[in-house]
Nanobody, 115 residues
Framework: QVQLVESGGGLVQPGGSLRLSCAAS????????MGWYRQAPGKQRELVAWITSSGGTNYAGSVKGRFTISRDDAKNTVFLQMNSLKPEDSAVYYC?????????WGQGTQVTVSS
């Protein structure tokens, strides 16, 4: 079955950095686009960044220039490098894949930006 396992969240001060990882299994990773979403308390889940199978990327306007999504097909892993973090980036971050007409989500990893 499909599994997505996120890691790398935590507490960081404003202006700091974090790197999230998402290890995927049960899919043919190299031919699949992958995404990162986030959900803050009381808000809808929103797309943060997306990477296609060929490495093309797309970002939410609020994170463009600060976050970078990348992938390592040899390790079936997608990354989200987050720099210049702001308090408004605080949320649970989820890894996502759409595979064989089904949306799959990881368990989420908490990112808290606070002094």
């Amino acid at each position: 079955q499909v599994q997505l396992v996120e890691s790398g969240g935590g507490l960081v001060q404003p202006g700091g950095s974090l790197r999230l990882s998402c290890a995927a299994s049960g899919i043919i990773f190299s031919i699949t686009g992958m995404g990162w979403y986030r959900q803050a308390p009381g808000k809808q889940r929103e797309l943060v960044a997306w990477i296609t199978s060929s490495g093309g990327t797309n970002y939410a306007g609020s994170v463009k220039g600060r976050f970078t999504i990348s992938r390592d097909d040899a390790k079936n892993t997608v990354f989200l490098q987050m720099n210049s973090l702001k308090p408004e980036d605080s949320a649970v971050y989820y890894c996502n894949v759409y595979w064989r007409i089904t949306d799959y989500w990881g368990q989420g990893t908490q990112v808290t930006v606070s002094s």
